[in-house]
C-alpha cells in the first residue's frame, strides 16, 4: 500500500498532549499490524533542543543515531517499541539551516529564496523523507505549537499543500481543549470553533478533531462541534484526563480513532488490534498498591519533566515488579550532611540524576556517602556515575580535592576528565559523544547479571569520562570498572560487588526503555529496591 501521512495538529492552548495523542495511535496502528513511525515538527529556531535549559523544554532525548531530539521521541519510542532516529525530529533552525546551505552552493540556480517554495518544499522532504523509505505504511506527522502561532504558519502551508498532492494518502487530526466553566457549571465549545476556523482559513480542513477535557462531552455537545466545524459527527471524538498516559490507547481504541483513521484513508478496518501485551501492563498498574520509594537526587527536580525517561523507566520497572512507584524529587543544592540521613532514610533506593554543570554538585556528594556508607541500593547515572566517581575517590582514595575538570579545570586529582576528541571542540550544538554505543560487561558482575549478557548497546550524551590513569587505585580499593566500550576502552560502568546494588553508567539506560521491553537495569534496580524494603520491613 502507498504510505500514509497523518498530521497532528493543536489548538486552543499548547501542552494538551499531541504527542500523547501520536503515540496512542501509532500504538493502535501498530497493533492492528501496520509498520508505522511518528515525526515531531518543533517550530524553534534552534537547531536542536541540545543547548536548552531543561527550564525552557524539559528533558532532551537522544536517539539511536545519536541525535538531540524533543522529549516526544520518548514517548514515542514507549508507545511504539521502535526506535527513532535524526529524521523523526525536524526544527525550523534545522529547516532555514538547509535551506541557506543550499543557497550556498547555488542550488536554486540564482532564484531568490523565499518561503514559498523553498522553505515549504524542504519541510515538504522531510516529511516525505520516512514514507519514501519505503519501511512504512504510516507516518505520523506532529506539528509543534498551536494553529495562529507565527513559528508554525510554514509548517502548516507544507501540510496544505501535501494534502491537495497526496489526496487521500493523508489525513489530519486536530487536537483542541473543550474548557469548563465551573461558574457556568458548562463546557464551552466556541474554543474549539475558532481553532478550527484558523485552521480552515490556512487551507487545512480538519478530518478527525479530539477534543481534550476534563468532563465528559455528551452526543448533542460532539455533533454540534461537528456541524460548526465541518467535520463528520463520529469523528468527533473527546480524550477525557486519564490517571495515567498508558491508558490514553485503550481509551481512544474506546473511541473508535484508530478505526476512524483508517475509514477516511480508505482502508476497512479487520478485527480488534492486539493490545493484550498492553493491556496486561495496565493490569498490573491497575493492582498494584504495594510501595517502593524511590528518591531522585538532581538540580531540576521542580521541573519533572527535566527527568522524563527516568521516571518512565522507573514506573515501568515497578509497575512489572507489582509495585506502586512513589517517586521523591530531592533537590540536590538542599542536601548537606546535617539533613541527608532525615532526606534520604526511609528510601528502598536512590538515583542520582544526570546533568552538567557544578550547581547541586556537592549535594550529590554528600547523598552518595551516606547511601554507600548505608549500603542503600543507588543508580547513578551519567553525571550520577561520575559523581560516584568523585565520592569514592574524596572518601576512600583519600583523594579530597579530587573532582571533575569539568567542575575543576585546575583539579588535582581527574579522576573525570574531558575526552580527549572533546579537547579541541568549542561548539555547544551536537558536538557531545551521542547516540548507542557498544559496552562490554564483565561476566559475573552485578550489572551483567542484569542484562542477561556481557555485551550490549545504550545510548551517551556526555563530554568527560572516567581517567583511565586511576583506574588501578580504584579496583584495588572496591569500586569496579565492569563495563567498558570495546573499541576505546572508554569505562562505561562501575559498581561496588561489595554493597546491595551501588551501579553507576555513563550511558543513559532510561531512554531505551519502553512499556513494553522494560530496561533491564532499571528492573534489578527495583528489584534490588524491593529486597531492600523487605529486609527494613521484617
Known amino acids: 500500500m502507498e504510505t500514509k501521512y497523518i498530521f497532528v495538529t493543536g489548538g486552543v492552548v499548547s501542552s494538551l498532549g499531541k504527542g500523547i495523542i501520536s503515540s496512542s495511535l501509532a500504538c493502535l496502528l501498530k497493533a492492528r499490524g501496520f509498520r508505522v513511525t511518528i515525526q515531531k515538527f518543533d517550530p524553534y529556531i534552534n537547531i536542536d533542543p541540545g543547548t536548552l535549559n531543561p527550564y525552557e523544554h524539559g528533558e532532551c532525548y537522544v536517539t539511536v543515531d545519536g541525535h538531540e531530539a524533543d522529549l516526544d521521541l520518548g514517548h514515542y519510542e514507549r508507545f511504539t517499541n521502535t526506535p527513532t532516529t535524526r529524521a523523526n525530529n525536524i ?42 523509505t519505503g519501511d512504512f505504511d504510516f507516518v505520523i506527522t506532529e506539528i509543534g505549537g498551536v494553529v495562529g502561532d507565527i513559528e508554525s504558519l510554514p509548517f502548516l502551508e507544507a501540510v496544505r499543500q501535501l494534502r491537495w498532492e497526496l489526496e487521500k494518502d493523508t489525513l489530519c487530526v486536530h487536537l483542541t481543549y473543550v474548557p469548563y466553566i465551573a461558574a457556568a457549571k458548562e463546557l464551552k465549545t466556541k474554543p474549539t470553533q475558532h481553532s478550527v476556523k484558523q485552521l480552515q482559513q490556512l487551507g487545512i480542513q480538519p478530518d478527525v478533531l479530539v477534543l481534550r477535557t476534563e468532563h465528559e462531552i455528551d452526543t448533542q455537545m460532539r455533533k454540534k462541534i461537528a456541524q460548526f466545524c465541518n467535520v463528520a459527527p463520529e469523528a468527533v471524538v473527546q480524550s477525557l484526563d486519564a490517571k495515567s498516559i498508558y491508558k490514553v490507547p485503550v481509551l481512544m481504541h474506546e473511541q473508535h480513532l484508530d478505526e476512524i483513521v483508517l475509514g ?33 537526587v538532581g538540580k531540576y527536580v521542580e521541573l519533572q519533566d527535566a527527568y522524563k525517561s527516568i521516571n518512565e523507566a522507573l514506573f515501568q520497572a515497578a509497575t512489572y515488579a507489582g509495585r506502586k512507584l512513589d517517586l521523591r524529587y530531592i533537590h540536590s543544592e538542599k542536601v548537606n550532611p546535617d539533613n541527608v540521613g532525615a532526606q534520604l532514610g526511609d528510601l528502598d533506593g536512590v538515583i542520582i540524576a544526570p546533568g552538567f554543570g557544578q550547581r547541586g554538585i556537592e549535594g550529590k556528594f554528600v ?17 550520577g556515575m561520575q559523581c560516584m566517581v568523585i565520592e569514592f575517590a574524596r572518601n576512600v582514595l583519600g583523594l579530597k580535592e579530587a573532582n571533575s575538570t569539568e567542575m575543576d579545570p585546575h583539579t588535582p586529582y581527574n579522576v573525570i576528565d574531558l575526552m580527549e576528541e572533546q579537547k579541541s571542540i568549542h561548539n555547544m550544538g551536537g558536538t557531545m559523544r551521542l547516540g548507542a554505543y557498544d559496552c562490554r560487561l564483565a561476566p559475573g558482575s552485578k550489572v551483567a547479571a542484569a542484562y542477561g549478557a556481557t555485551d550490549v548497546k545504550e545510548r551517551h550524551r556526555h563530554r568527560f569520562e572516567f581517567n583511565n590513569d586511576y583506574r588501578e587505585r580504584f579496583e584495588q580499593a572496591g569500586m569496579k570498572c565492569v563495563g567498558e566500550n570495546p573499541a576505546t576502552h572508554l569505562v562505561e560502568v562501575v559498581e561496588l560487588p561489595s554493597h546491595r546494588w551501588f551501579i553507576g553508567t555513563q550511558y543513559h539506560p532510561e531512554y531505551s526503555s519502553t512499556v513494553l521491553s522494560p530496561s533491564p537495569l532499571f528492573t534489578d534496580f527495583i528489584a534490588a529496591a524491593i529486597a531492600y524494603r523487605d529486609e527494613k520491613n521484617v
Not at 271 to 277: F, K, R, S
Open 91 to 132: 526544527t525550523t533552525g534545522r529547516i532555514y539551516q538547509n535551506v541557506i546551505d543550499k543557497e550556498r552552493r547555488g542550488d536554486y540556480l540564482g532564484k531568490t529564496v523565499q518561503i514559498i517554495p523553498h522553505v515549504t518544499d524542504e519541510i515538504k522532504r522531510n516529511i516525505m523523507a520516512l514514507g519514501k
Open 264 to 296: 477516511k484513508v480508505g482502508i476497512i478496518p479487520l478485527g480488534q488490534p492486539d493490545l493484550g501485551p498492553w493491556r496486561e501492563f495496565l493490569t498490573k498498574m491497575d493492582t498494584s498498591s504495594e510501595p517502593v520509594t524511590i528518591g531522585l
Open 367 to 383: 547523598a552518595l556517602e551516606w547511601c554507600r556508607t548505608h549500603d542503600v541500593p543507588t543508580f547513578g547515572i551519567c553525571l
